[in-house]
């Protein structure tokens, strides 16, 4: 046990080491701190209201229980989902995993060892949307002491039967799939069909609901106790167990349920262990990258050798790299064109065409433009090209130094190449706006000249965040976007300024006319771009003398 413990803290200090940081940048969680205060005031207060309004609907109908199922079945799923995104990039494609093989650790303590990182991102996630909803539902239900003592160790169980049931399905896979010839390719496979797993159950869902039966089952369920309940957690058994020890933590009955629910997640994680020492070895060694011999056509290295202009063959050899890479192209690409495409999927199946329209219509013409804009810029900013625009290089970027160019000239080609990857998602937004919300074309003229100018900000903000503080010494490229605050630190930054400037002009009621809303919306960005860049060189300037 002792070279387990020791396995997990090696890994660990790998993974989170501050070693050759700078430390002078901690005042990049002042804004963070600040900014996050009003989000998580928001996101309490949200989820009091809405566990008091569904328990005052449940509660006389003796329903009340599917409040905790509908928690326990949506952790779950998105904990099993980011599982097997982090065991797979853990587990096989960490470059670090096959220097631990001399050394005398059995398979068991490796895959303990390597799920350390994975289950603070569980354990993390998990809080944020257990705590709140578990506190609100105790308080409206008066819960009892028991309730609380039985969820402590209820929310540590929580993540081990998604994350065990992941493992054990990808360590079996990869046994028996040897994928050492298309490690890089499986990567960005492995995330996509993710992605679209998530997008096919919820078409597949919502394809099968029929507003009729659901209603006549709906009536049948309501008689029974916990009907509700057992209906929806069918396919989720653990979500069933611990919804059940919570609601009647204070009988015998819960306390079985508790132990039941304990049971199954040991029982599962003996299993993950076994699997594991029978399988882990053998697959691990099979996803290592094969050496291939490349060679380039006669006609393409002509093409190649042809001269252009600096700017273009900079911006070219970014986007290479970026397309090339299958962790760069994840974060920076898939994901950023994820959440327009799953909340497309989400108003279609729901609402249709007509809903999505008539939702814009409840809005003023002012209204929806800022509206608009706001949650695009929220989007866009959250993108993670900017925020890796200098780590990217990693320990090459000090390369860039012995190149013709000026640091001027290399960052704004960085926000250039930051900005052209944001044009994909504002393409596919535009694309949204036309053609399901049915926006005029002067609406979508004055959202695409705002989208492309506050782009800009965006992208030089990140790519300033990344530059004075950026992660170069890595080994693995997941490394660019794991343990940092520059993410966060930007979405934070981005929707406190824009997020005020809307609120402004959202109240200021002699600004109506919507022209006059987008000139000051422009002319306000454009300033705080300015100050922006005056402020980079002033700082720079100081720093000199």
């Known amino acids: 046990m002792n070279k387990t413990w020791l396995l997990v803290k090696i890994i660990l200090k790998m993974q989170y080491s501050k070693a050759g940081a700078n430390h002078s940048q901690i005042w990049l969680l002042v804004p963070i701190i600040l900014f996050s205060i009003p989000f998580l ?5 949200i989820t009091n209201a809405t566990v008091s ?3 005052q609907t449940l509660q006389s109908v003796g329903q009340e229980s599917v409040i905790l199922g509908l928690l326990f079945i949506g952790l779950h799923t998105i904990l099993f989902i980011m599982s097997l995104v982090t065991i797979l990039n853990a587990f096989f494609f960490a470059e670090d995993i096959k220097s631990f093989i001399p050394f005398p650790f059995q398979p068991y303590q490796l895959i303990l060892g390597k799920s350390a990182n994975p289950f603070i991102y569980l354990y993390i996630t998990s809080g944020f949307l257990f705590i709140p909803w578990f506190y609100a539902y105790g308080n409206v239900s008066e819960a009892p002491i028991h309730y609380y003592l039985q969820g402590v160790p209820i929310f540590l169980l929580v993540p081990m039967v998604p994350f065990t049931l992941a493992a054990i399905i990808l360590m079996v896979a990869m046994r028996f799939i040897n994928i050492s010839k298309n490690k890089d390719r499986s990567k960005v496979i492995t995330g996509i069909l993710t992605l679209a797993f998530i997008i096919f159950i919820n078409v597949i869902v919502r394809l099968n609901t029929d507003s009729q039966a659901m209603l006549q089952r709906l009536t ?7 009907g509700l309940l057992i209906k929806i957690t069918n396919y989720c058994p653990p979500a069933f167990l611990q919804t059940k020890a919570l609601t009647d933590a204070s009988t015998w009955e819960g306390f079985i349920y508790f132990l039941m629910t304990v049971v199954l997640a040991v029982g599962c994680f003996m299993l993950f262990l076994w699997i594991g020492q029978r399988f882990y070895i053998k697959g691990m060694l099979g996803s290592g990258g094969v050496g291939r011999k490349l060679t380039l056509p006669k006609k393409k290295s002509a093409k190649n050798g042809k001269k252009q202009a600096v700017w273009l063959s900079y911006i070219k050899t970014e986007l290479r790299i970026i397309f090339r890479t299958p962790t760069f192209l994840m974060q920076c690409v898939i994901q950023s064109l994820f959440g327009p495409v799953f909340l497309l999927i989400i108003f279609i199946m729901d609402s249709g065409t007509q809903g999505l329209a008539s939702l814009m219509n409840n809005f003023s013409e002012k209204q929806s433009i800022l509206v608009l804009f706001l949650a695009s810029v929220v989007l866009i900013g959250s993108n993670a090209t900017a925020i890796s625009s200098v780590s990217r290089d ?4 000090f390369v860039q130094f012995y190149f013709p160019l000026s640091m001027k000239q290399i960052l704004l080609y960085k926000i250039s190449t930051a900005w052209i990857i944001n044009l994909i998602t504002i393409t596919l937004l535009l694309i949204v706006g036309i053609g399901l919300l049915q926006l005029p074309l002067t609406y979508s003229l004055i959202w695409l000249l705002l989208m492309l100018v506050a782009n800009w900000f965006t992208s030089m903000l990140g790519t300033y965040l990344d530059f004075i503080q950026p992660k170069l010494n890595w080994t693995d490229e997941q490394e660019v976007f794991k343990s940092r605050l520059i993410g966060l630190t930007a979405i934070c930054i981005t929707f406190g300024i824009f997020g005020a400037l809307v609120l402004i002009l959202w109240n200021t009621s002699i600004l109506s006319f919507i022209l006059t809303v987008f000139s000051l919306l422009l002319g306000l960005i454009i300033a705080i771009i300015t100050i922006g860049i005056l402020f980079r ?9």
């Open 41 to 45: 005031y928001l996101y309490i207060t």
């Open 53 to 55: 309004a569904l328990y």
């Open 220 to 226: 049948y369920l309501l008689k029974e106790k916990d």
């Open 394 to 397: 990693g320990k090459n970027w």
């Open 537 to 545: 060189l002033k700082l720079r300037q100081t720093n000199s003398l």
